[in-house]
């Protein structure tokens, strides 16, 4: 499926020339029908000779209206340039033409229309002479010209043809798996309910399909799909589509939303952008200069920051960051038009660069303008290891999806550079990052290691959140730096602490001493050991902490302490003597070892804790099988 837009000055003939061509009047209005002439958006399809059916976006040519025309041009696949015979090219030719070639529409038709209003030969060549001087280095320049009558129907066959010769050339749309439908409609229709428009492209949408409104990220799912009226099950990339949502009132969409699969697309209100100025602005372009800027059908105020320019002169290029009023779903190539707010122009345009953008750049960071030249530029692999350095780390899809490259191709160049060690896979491919980041994070990780036993020599290791803490990480790419360190032996894991390799505890001939004396007393009365506070005052709250740490003493409670053999036999004998009874009791398990009620009631509570066992009334009973 395809579609192709018009483009043209106003009273040109686009309107009365889609009513020949298909049979059906784009100027769906009221007030249009009556002024004869387009203000808003019109659809319209076509079967080619072929057998193809393709959908039509008439956009209005008049100055007034050039936004709602840039709210349908965005996604087409060729444009109908209409040309009157009796005017020739008029200033919204030229406007019109300008913003096709910022937003480089891949191909095009001429149309010469009216040619029945003109009866000298000569007068059409000369036109045509002055058409093609006037397209001539754009991207329409050699399309074909083909010379038309909607009133008499002279040439239609021939325009017909031709629209099929340019379409056949065009390869068929992605399919990226991720479904983006740039709303250019919003209407509601009784029994029904919410109904939006527009051509949808990168994926497919299915009836049944939950979907996400954005930038907002309400949540609807999908009731119906038509395709030129026709009801469809599934729409496909390319086609004009109208989405009946469930879930979703019409007050809460709006114009330049988009429509996608919920969690595929985050929205954005800055982005990196290479921008071009056009020979005819009329005037430079400074810096952090208000701009309307448009994307698709969205439509949202803003302001350009200039990076390594002071300012840009009529016909230069130059990388910027826009800084949006409001977010936008946009991806790495997308094309986008600038227009002065006022007096209304359009002056400028280009593609985007990176559609997340970390931060707020300095201007002249030549680095930073170094990247965005790879990301213009680059080879695929360039594309994705830029993509992935700026991401910081990502998934597989995170990266395809900043990018803006097709998954095939994405894919095979990622596989790539992970085999060159250019890209690091974390986590079974779950996560993909940059060497150079890994380095410099598994460095500060050894750092804040280092440090730590520094001022804790007698603890076996840091504890784990304490490092996240200070590390300040996304928790799966923390756990999952943490597990390719330990699997490498850059650092050791011992429970819920953590130690360099080389990190070795030693205590002093005289706490040892006292070391040695408090764990006899232990090995004396395995049952009643000493308090904590005993502990501490023996051999310091420090060395105790060390000892407990190292998992030589395990802390059951604030003041209970015992030798970990021996914790694992009471352990052992409470869920024993529940198996063979079906319950115990404190007093049970106090007269079973000979112990007291401190010591027993926090063995029992700690097992409760930690989901061994569970209590009802004076009784516990295992919590699961063990």
Not at 143 to 158: L, Q
Not at 265 to 270: E, L
Not at 492 to 499: A, D, K, R, V, Y
Not at 559 to 584: C, F, N, W
Request: with cysteine; charged share 25%.
């Amino acid at each position: 499926m395809q579609v192709i837009g018009t483009a043209g000055h106003v009273d040109h003939g686009k309107s009365t020339l889609i009513t020949r061509l298909t049979g059906i009047n784009p100027d769906r209005l009221k007030q249009e029908q009556e002024r004869e002439m387009s203000i808003e958006l019109g659809f319209a399809w076509l079967q080619l000779p072929n057998g193809e059916e393709i959908g039509i976006v008439d956009v209005p040519g008049h100055r007034d209206f050039i936004e709602n025309m840039l709210a349908g041009i965005g996604g087409i696949d060729a444009v109908l340039f209409v040309v009157a015979a009796d005017e020739g090219v008029m200033p919204q030719t030229r406007e019109h033409l300008a913003i096709l070639d910022l937003l480089q529409v891949p191909a095009g038709v001429v149309a010469l229309t009216k040619i029945d209003l003109v009866h000298e030969p000569e007068w059409l060549d000369l036109v045509e002479s002055e058409l093609r001087e006037t397209l001539a280095g754009t991207v329409l320049a050699g399309m074909p010209i083909v010379r038309v009558s909607a009133r008499t129907g002279m040439g239609i066959d021939n325009l017909v043809q031709t629209i099929q010769d340019i379409l056949i050339k065009r390869p068929p749309r992605p399919d990226l798996g991720r479904p983006r439908l740039p709303i250019d409609r919003v209407f509601t229709l009784p029994g029904f309910g919410t109904i939006v428009t527009g051509t949808l492209s990168d994926g497919q949408f299915s009836i049944g399909d939950p979907v996400s409104i954005l930038p907002q990220g309400i949540k609807g799912r999908i009731r119906g799909l038509q395709t030129h009226k026709q009801p469809e099950a599934t729409a496909h990339p390319g086609s004009r589509t109208a989405v009946n949502i469930s879930g979703v009132s019409v007050d809460q969409i709006e114009r330049g939303n988009v429509l996608a699969h919920p969690d595929t697309y985050q929205p954005t209100d800055m982005l990196d952008v290479h921008c071009s100025l056009l020979p005819d602005a009329g005037a430079p372009l400074k810096h952090n200069a208000e701009i309307k800027f448009f994307l698709g059908a969205a439509e949202i105020m803003g302001r350009i920051r200039l990076l390594g320019v002071q300012e840009l002169a009529p016909g230069e290029k130059a990388f910027a960051q826009f800084m949006l009023q409001e977010s936008v779903t946009a991806l790495r190539g997308d094309r986008f038009i600038i227009r002065r707010p006022s007096p209304p122009a359009t002056i400028a345009g280009g593609q985007v660069v990176d559609p997340k953008p970390k931060r707020r750049h300095r201007r002249f960071n030549h680095q930073r303008i170094s990247e965005l030249e790879q990301l213009l530029v680059g080879s695929p692999e360039e594309i994705l290891q830029q993509t992935a350095h700026a991401a910081f780390a990502a998934s597989l899809n995170q990266l395809i999806e900043v990018s803006g490259m097709e998954t095939i191709p994405a894919r095979e160049a990622i596989e790539s550079l992970v085999d060159q060690g250019k890209l690091i896979a974390l986590n079974g491919d779950r996560l993909l990052i940059a060497p150079d980041i890994l380095t410099g994070l598994e460095a500060k990780i050894k750092e804040d290691l280092s440090v730590y036993h520094e001022k804790h020599p007698l603890y076996a290791g840091m504890p784990r959140e304490l490092l996240k803490s200070q590390i300040n990480l996304d928790v799966h790419l923390f756990d999952s730096i943490l597990k390719r360190m330990s699997e490498m032996g850059k650092i050791h894991t011992t429970g819920p602490t953590l130690s360099l390799p080389q990190h070795q505890i030693s205590y002093s001939p005289e706490q040892q001493v006292k070391i040695d004396a408090l764990l006899a007393e232990f090995n004396n009365q395995p049952y009643t050991p000493p308090s904590v506070k005993k502990s501490e005052e023996a051999i310091g709250e420090d060395v105790l902490n060390s000892l407990i740490q190292s998992e030589q003493l395990v802390k059951l409670s604030e003041d209970v302490l015992l030798k970990p053999e021996t914790y694992q036999e009471m352990r052992r004998a409470v869920i024993e003597h529940i198996q063979s009874h079906g319950s115990i009791t404190l007093a049970e398990l106090r007269d079973q070892f000979n112990t007291s009620r401190k010591y027993a009631v926090a063995l029992l509570e700690h097992l409760d804790e930690i989901d061994v066992t569970v209590r009802q009334g004076d009784k516990r009973l295992l919590r699961k099988p063990s």
